[in-house]
T-cell receptor, first 123, second 106 residues
Framework: EVQLVESGGGLVQPGGSLRLSCAASRSTLSSYYVSWVRQAPGKGLEWVANIKQDGGEKYYVDAVKGRFAMSRDNAKNSFYLQMNSLRVEDSALYYCARITEVPGPHNDYFDTWGQGIRITVSS | SSEVTQPPSVSVSPGQTATFTCSGDKLGASYTSWYQQKPGQSPVLVIYQSTKRPSGIPERFSGSNSGNTATLTISGTQTVDEADYYC?????????FGGGTKLTVL
């Protein structure tokens, strides 16, 4: 069973940058669509970004477009979230997740989640 | 932008049936997934493709979909089921999560 582990979180000032990493063990990620999902303290889940298997297609929630960039390195069985121009409202627990794709539109689901990494944006 | 809506809370007694709804105009064109999240833990998939149950998820969890509303049902609810439950759908390439429903088992 695959295990996902996030790293790279911490405290950053508004306007600063952070890079999150998600490393997989026990299984390869190269054939999977992967994602970042965040959860602000006491709030619900918010999807942030997805990236396809070859890294050629990336999708972002409007709130982070132009500031966040998702990438992956299949040789390292890892993927990343570069977060620039961070805002207080970006403070959250960030989960990396694996998506299982099912043939047909709108069938896919998040089958594996990391334990989450805390990002705090504050002066 | 599209949204999916969930009631904020559901309360049941042990052994009763808990019903969670998820509504949105994109649900009619999308399968729905459901995730359970207990305090301090990561979400866990409990239903995918609207009606399917992953291995390891108890049979008391079931899902259905009708038009623009998806439903998660827990039959014979147990105290261990107390958690937040999130529905998830798709709007094109974007992911939609509902706001979550907190289940209290009294």
């Amino acid at each position: 069973e695959v295990q996902l582990v996030e790293s790279g979180g911490g405290l950053v000032q508004p306007g600063g940058s952070l890079r999150l990493s998600c490393a997989a063990s026990r299984s390869t990620l190269s054939s999977y669509y992967v994602s970042w999902v965040r959860q602000a303290p006491g709030k619900g889940l918010e999807w942030v970004a997805n990236i396809k298997q070859d890294g050629g297609e990336k999708y972002y929630v409007d709130a982070v477009k132009g500031r966040f960039a998702m990438s992956r390195d299949n040789a390292k069985n890892s993927f990343y979230l570069q977060m620039n121009s961070l805002r207080v409202e970006d403070s959250a627990l960030y989960y990396c997740a694996r998506i299982t794709e099912v043939p047909g539109p709108h069938n896919d689901y998040f089958d594996t989640w990391g334990q989450g990494i805390r990002i705090t944006v504050s002066s | 932008s599209s949204e999916v809506t969930q009631p904020p809370s559901v309360s049941v007694s042990p052994g009763q049936t808990a019903t969670f709804t998820c509504s949105g105009d994109k649900l009619g064109a999308s399968y729905t997934s459901w995730y359970q999240q207990k305090p301090g833990q990561s979400p866990v998939l409990v239903i995918y493709q609207s009606t399917k149950r992953p291995s390891g998820i108890p049979e008391r969890f079931s899902g259905s979909n009708s038009g623009n509303t998806a439903t998660l049902t827990i039959s014979g609810t147990q105290t261990v089921d107390e958690a937040d439950y999130y529905c998830q759908a798709w709007d094109g390439r974007n992911v939609l999560f509902g706001g979550g429903t907190k289940l209290t088992v009294l």
